[in-house]
């Protein structure tokens, strides 16, 4: 039986590591600027990925607390004469408005109609504390619709809504303007100098570039249209429905403003009589956007990393050259083929490798440092990549990196050791 012989792998030849070693430190200069290219295109393809999902982020935050199924409807002024009625208009939503539309409109989840009290006067105080806050009239749908988070007490119900309750529900700013460091709920606050209990407080963030934006207060709508003398008017009525398809969109909002045109006598073509917002609609483009917006990112970045990915394969070109005799002796000594193509790989792979890890690393690093200093905004949020995604691009990079030396490898393969031997 002849002798069984352990095989080194190249990974772990430490001869093979000094040879790759001794060849890089002959062409250093070349080494460090093919890897710099390299490590240029991965640096630039992170941070790109990263600032398009900074603006992804921004974007989407806005529909946060709004539930992206919805449509938003407000009266507006109508710009064509009907049926003998001028132009010019004023549209009043009512909340008899409501009910018609969860009759009308198939499919529908949650309704509400809300009346925003504009007024400079709406004055909240408690014993001698004051604080002007938006007032909003809301019905208890409201909070599937805009989803507020209750971090105490509850929201506004069913029965505070039909029994015309004088509850209101406020935010931390609020709570320290009127209270101090007392805890509010269960405590009467004036609103215009009419006392409403504090029965819940919610989840308030301020945007971006207006920190010092205040938090609206919330009570029921009933009771908002008699203190505030409204009859049975509301400013808005929001809705959401099960389809929440384009088609299904665009069906619930013809259906909802066919209804209101019939109730208050307006071309149902007028756009200037009802302004709608479709959150559907607005959803899917803000989806195209950037989803063009991460391509042409990837595009950029990729062009960069080939532009990398050539220069490694250029200098191994050069260095299978240079050291052709010594391929060719190394031949001549038994060496195979494989050997010759393992050593030239492995010499691409590592420094396309440690190259692109560099450069990975930092663009994390600069995304990581962006984040913790520019603050949250409805334009640019937390400016990170998935991990996932780096260590994709990273895989990306060595699979390249491999490929890159492929072409020169089987150029030293083919090196038969006379003829290198020749060489001068």
């Known amino acids: 039986m002849g002798k069984a012989t352990n095989q080194v792998s190249p990974m772990f030849d430490l001869e093979k590591w000094r040879e790759i070693f001794d060849s890089i430190g002959k062409n250093k200069l070349r080494t460090v600027l093919t890897g710099f290219a390299v490590f240029w295109g991965i640096f630039m393809l992170i941070v790109l990925l990263g600032a398009g999902a900074g603006l992804r982020n921004g974007f989407e935050y806005n529909f946060k607390n709004t539930a992206t199924n919805s449509i938003e409807l407000y009266g ?188 208050h006598d307006f071309d149902p073509t007028d756009d200037r009589a009802l302004w709608v917002n479709n959150n559907v609609e607005n959803v899917k483009t803000v989806g195209t956007i950037f989803g063009g917006i991460t391509a042409f990112l990837w595009f950029v970045g990729i062009g960069s990393l080939i532009a990398g990915i050539v220069g490694i394969s250029n200098i191994m070109i050069i260095t299978v050259k240079d050291r052709t005799k010594e391929i060719g002796i190394r031949k001549a000594l038994g060496a195979r083929p494989a050997d010759v193509v393992g050593q030239i790989l492995l010499e691409s792979i590592f420094v396309t490798g440690l190259a692109g890890w560099l450069g990975l690393f930092l663009g994390v690093l600069l995304l990581e440092g962006l984040a913790s200093v520019i603050p949250g905004s409805e334009f640019f949020r937390d400016p990170t990549i998935k991990i996932e995604v780096a260590l994709y691009a990273l895989t990306a990079l060595v699979i390249a990196g491999g490929l890159a030396g492929l072409f020169p490898a089987r150029q030293a393969a083919a090196i038969r050791p006379i003829e290198a031997l020749r060489d001068e």
């Not at 938006?134 to 039909?162: A, C, T, W, Y």
């Not at 709570?175 to 805890?183: S, V």
């Not at 570039?209 to 919330?218: C, G, L, T």
């Open 76 to 263: 507006g002024e109508t710009s064509k004469p009907w049926k003998g009625l001028p132009a010019n208009r004023a549209i009043q939503l009512t909340e008899e408005d409501i009910e018609a539309l969860r009759n009308a409109i198939p499919g529908i989840e949650h309704i509400s109609g809300k009346f925003r009290v504009w007024r400079g006067e709406s004055q909240l105080q408690y014993g001698m504390n004051y604080g002007s806050f938006s007032i909003r009239g809301i019905q208890p749908e409201n909070q599937q619709l805009e989803h507020q988070r209750i971090v105490k007490g509850r929201f506004i119900n069913e029965v505070d809504e039909e029994m015309d309750r004088k509850v209101i529900v406020i935010a931390e700013d609020c709570r320290k303007e009127l209270f101090k460091e007392e805890d509010a709920l269960d405590k009467w606050i004036n609103v215009n100098g009419v006392p409403f209990l504090v029965v819940g407080q919610y989840e308030f963030e301020s945007g971006g570039h207006n920190m010092m934006e205040r938090s609206p207060v919330f009570i029921p709508l009933n009771a908002a249209q008699k203190v505030f003398n409204a009859k049975s008017y509301v400013d808005e009525i929001m809705f959401s429905f099960a389809d929440n398809s384009i088609v299904g969109a665009n069906i619930a909002r013809e259906r909802a403003v066919h209804t209101l045109a019939r109730r």
